[in-house]
């Protein structure tokens, strides 16, 4: 058993540093850059919602805020990655311990291992985004409940952690209404003390929204927002199952490779496991732990059916909670498996070896998944950042919509993603792109290698193809005519 639980321990730390490696070299998706810039906008004094466009709860930006005090240039972008590691280290301890807690068993170890190891969606775990530490703070938060019911501290600071969870991404809610169903449920007189730590914490935020000066335009942002933001999808259709097919970019190779079978075997394995904890939840403790049971099999559940039926974009980062239900289930699986093996000597032999195949499968699978992703680098990033930052004066406005200007004061109100397509549904709506050029006599604008300035109003387009021009060969920056 120890070479097992050493072999476990050793082939999980290689696995979180290939997620280290490769999260400091890895090209920068767009989303990390405008969080990064809202984040910067932050520090500058801008606030929220009503100096800038934003439609997420603001805690990842409290949370990306102190990373300006100690970084600046280019060296922000790797700092920021190696948070977003730090973050995902830490969620794969919280899951091993959530794990611990259910079954009180070295099978626990288990659950990082294969969290460390999924290929989808491992990029989105090295990312410098809110789903990852939203998801922690809600583990933490379950943790709390689960492992200190009987007790009204631990029920209220998972009162706490699951309302910070909603303050660094809404959908996060729906975890802190589960959770309050269960203290409901199981432990009646524990509610108040969730309440009160729920309450509190929201109480602390809504405090804040009145300092901002305009409540309203907060609470549309939060709420509203976000849904006429979506409306987009129906012209953008994903299904759920589409990143399942073969995908050189998550499986490192195209067709049938072998991370793309090892990963589906473990999804399969996982939401199988799942699947029965949900239906028959007194496999393990008696009546006294069913509602445990139902619990954690019920926030599964309800992360697939989100991915399934609520999320208008299926994109991977609304896989990251079910990847982590699928880690806990597969070392569940192992659990059940060890029990059945453990009592009879020839079993434990068989389970030995069977496991160390396992691993074994694991760890070629990773390495042909992820080495050809450390030729996908960041140079270009660097170099495109650098450039900026030698080309557009320091303090200048500049109407940015990837987020990549990072430093530089925004020209208009919303930056930082292709705001153009979802104007038509805003129930309060933007001002013109044109005007605000026009009247602030800004001179920058950065539209990225997507070319996001084609997103804009055709008025909007008319106005910038007559007032500037491409600064670059690639035509990434467009500067005012004249300059």
């Given at each position: 058993m120890r070479i097992i639980l050493l072999a476990t321990i050793g082939v999980t730390l290689v696995f979180l540093l290939g997620h280290g490696n490769i999260g400091m070299v890895r090209y920068f998706d767009a989303d990390e850059f405008a969080y990064l810039h809202w984040a910067h906008d932050v520090v500058r004094g801008q606030r929220p919602y009503v100096d800038f466009f934003f439609y997420a709860t603001p805690g990842f930006l409290w949370i990306l805020a102190p990373l300006y005090w100690i970084a600046s240039g280019t060296s922000v972008l790797l700092w920021?990655?190696?948070?977003?590691?730090?973050?995902?280290?830490?969620?794969?301890i919280t899951t091993g311990y959530l794990a611990y807690l259910l079954r009180k068993n070295w099978t626990a170890l288990v659950a990082p291992l294969v969290l460390a190891f999924l290929p989808l969606p491992f990029?989105?775990?090295?990312e410098v985004r809110p789903d990852n530490l939203a998801l922690l703070l809600a583990m933490i938060g379950i943790i709390c409940v689960i492992k200190k019911t009987r007790s009204r501290a631990g029920v209220f600071w998972s009162g706490v952690f699951m309302a910070a969870s909603a303050l660094v991404i809404q959908k996060s809610i729906v975890f802190a209404a589960v959770t309050a169903l269960f203290v409901v449920v199981s432990k009646r007189k524990m509610v108040i003390p969730y309440a009160v730590g729920f309450g509190l914490t929201i109480l602390l935020f809504l405090f804040w929204a009145l300092t901002t000066g305009d409540f309203g335009q907060v609470l549309y942002s939060i709420v509203l927002l976000p849904w006429e933001v979506s409306k987009i999808s129906q012209f953008f259709i994903m299904m759920p199952d589409l990143f399942f097919y073969p995908n050189g970019i998550f499986y490192g190779a195209d067709g049938y490779s072998f991370g793309l079978l090892t990963n589906h075997a473990v999804w399969i394995i996982g939401l199988v496991v799942g699947s029965v904890r949900l239906v028959i939840p007194f496999l393990y403790g008696g009546r006294e732990r069913v509602w445990e049971e139902v619990y954690v099999a019920g926030l599964f559940f309800l992360s697939v059916v989100s991915y399934i039926y609520l999320y208008p974009f299926k994109h991977t980062q609304y896989l990251i909670p079910v990847a982590v239900c699928i880690a806990l289930y597969v070392a569940d699986g192992v659990y059940l498996?060890?029990?059945?093996?453990?009592?009879?000597?020839?079993?434990r032999f068989l389970f030995g070896i069977i496991y160390t195949f396992c691993l074994i499968v694991l760890v070629k699978a990773f390495y042909e998944t992820n080495v050809p992703k450390a030729a996908w680098t960041n140079t270009g990033d660097f170099v495109t950042l650098k450039r900026i930052l030698a080309t557009i004066p320091k303090g200048s406005p500049v109407l940015d919509l990837t987020g990549s200007t990072i430093f530089y004061p925004n020209a208009f109100y919303a930056c930082c993603f292709p705001f153009g397509q979802s104007a038509p549904y805003f129930s309060r709506p933007l001002p013109s792109v044109a005007e605000s050029l026009e009247n602030s006599q800004t001179n920058y604008i950065f539209g990225g290698m997507l070319e996001r300035v084609t997103t804009l109003y055709p008025q909007d387009q008319a106005y910038i193809a007559e007032h500037f021009h491409p600064w670059t060969y690639d035509n990434q920056l467009l500067v005012r005519n004249g300059l």
């Open positions: 920021a990655r190696f948070v977003a590691f730090l973050i995902f280290v830490l969620l794969c990029d989105k775990f090295l498996v060890w029990m059945w093996a453990r009592e009879v000597p020839g079993r």
